[in-house]
């Protein structure tokens, strides 16, 4: 056997092995998916169960048909898209304008050692402060609205953004930072070249983060102020004593925060491809 074929049975192998390799890794895929599904189906139906057989109480705990029922009896009437229209657009606008102003900010105290150093406690003192208490202090400035609920989110995303980023941009590997600079290439380079890719995957999980944060800063805020948004329906579901109200409520959350948290992960495989 000559060096040529030698190196075609070689390649054959690899591509075989690799092929075996994404299959194996699509079973898994499969197989994660199915428990997964199982699970939530299994706690429905105990819950569901444990409702209609009175294991708890109704009044408070409810059940999945009657949460169902509501969502869909209030979607019929129309009364629902407002409320979710709301959140979702409230939502929407504090997760990206958290990422993108979090990550200029990054940006910015990477670029100016000084500014880091100036900076630098303050960050710590804000990021130990309870964001929440801020909303009152938003909607004063504010009005009791849109604003104050979307800076009431940005309070929570931008330096969790910040940080994590900025941190990222210390960690990365200084014998690629000399290579572009041995070339003659400027800080500008640098930062395009080595910084921004190799800071990729801590972007990505600051977006998954801020997924969830950007969920309880609306909500919170929509719990001190609004008299619209699925925040609102919480609360009166909790003064009327209609807890069917608070779970599809809850139920709407989750479904709207997974959809957006599944956005993320397909940014992530478009960005990883790219790299």
Known sequence: ??????????????????????????????????????????????????????????????????????????????????????????TVIGFLLGTLVGTLLAVLIWWSPFLSRVLDPYMVVFNSMPKVALGPIFIVMFGGGFTAIVMTTLSITVITTTLVVYTSFKETDANYI????????????????????????????????????????????????????????????FQVFNFTLVFASLVIIAVVATLMYQLVVYLESILVKRR
């Open 178 to 237: 000399k290579v572009v600079r041995t070339f003659g290439g400027s800080k500008r380079d640098v930062f395009v070249k080595v910084m921004l890719p190799a800071s990729f995957p801590a972007i990505v999980s600051t977006l998954k983060v801020n997924v969830g944060l950007s969920w309880v800063g609306v909500i919170v805020g929509e719990f001190l102020v609004a008299k619209i948004g699925l925040g609102y329906l919480i609360i009166y579901g």
């Open 1 to 90: 056997m000559n060096g040529t074929e030698k190196t075609q049975v070689s390649g054959n192998w690899v591509r075989e092995e690799f092929a075996r390799y994404r299959r194996q890794g699509k079973r898994t895929t499969r197989w994660v998916r199915t428990v997964q599904l199982l699970i939530l189906l299994a706690l429905i139906g105990f819950w569901e169960l444990a409702g209609r057989m009175r294991w708890i109480d109704v009044l408070i705990f409810s059940y999945p048909s009657k949460v169902f029922h509501q969502i869909g009896k209030d979607a019929w009437s129309g009364e629902l898209w407002p409320h979710i229209g709301m959140t979702v657009s409230e």
